[in-house]
């Protein structure tokens, strides 16, 4: 099993920034791709950001130039550093980690953005 602790969510204003941190435990080896989703309410989980294990990474296009994901694999942790924050980012953005066949995900932390 592997684990996935997020931290980092809370409320900001408009044009602020916020980083998220996902820490992974466990079973950790041959996890491969680690990313982060979001899940605004009434829409469905979308992907935000990913990181492949050597380092590729993409991201949605409403985030573009706006959102950096990276990786420490020392740590064992994925950060996503937040900038120029908007209303539309509101949503419960969760960790998710892949391995073989597996999706691990996070609890889950929220991001506020007031309108």
């Known amino acids: 099993q592997v684990q996935l602790v997020e931290s980092g969510g809370g409320l900001v204003q408009a044009g602020g920034s916020l980083r998220l941190s996902c820490a992974a435990s466990?079973?950790?080896?041959?996890?491969?791709?680690m990313g982060w989703y979001r899940q605004a309410p009434g829409k469905q989980r979308e992907l935000v950001a990913a990181?492949?294990?050597?380092?590729?990474?993409n991201y949605a296009d409403s985030v573009k130039g706006r959102f950096t994901i990276s990786r420490d694999n020392a740590k064992n942790t994925v950060y996503l550093q937040m900038n120029s924050l908007k209303p539309e980012d509101t949503a419960v953005y969760y960790c998710?980690?892949?391995?073989?066949?597996?999706?691990?995900w996070g609890q889950g932390t929220q991001v506020t953005v007031p309108s």
């Open positions: 466990g079973r950790i080896a041959g996890i491969n791709a």
């Open positions: 990181i492949s294990s050597g380092g590729s990474t």
């Open positions: 998710n980690a892949k391995k073989w066949a597996y999706d691990y």
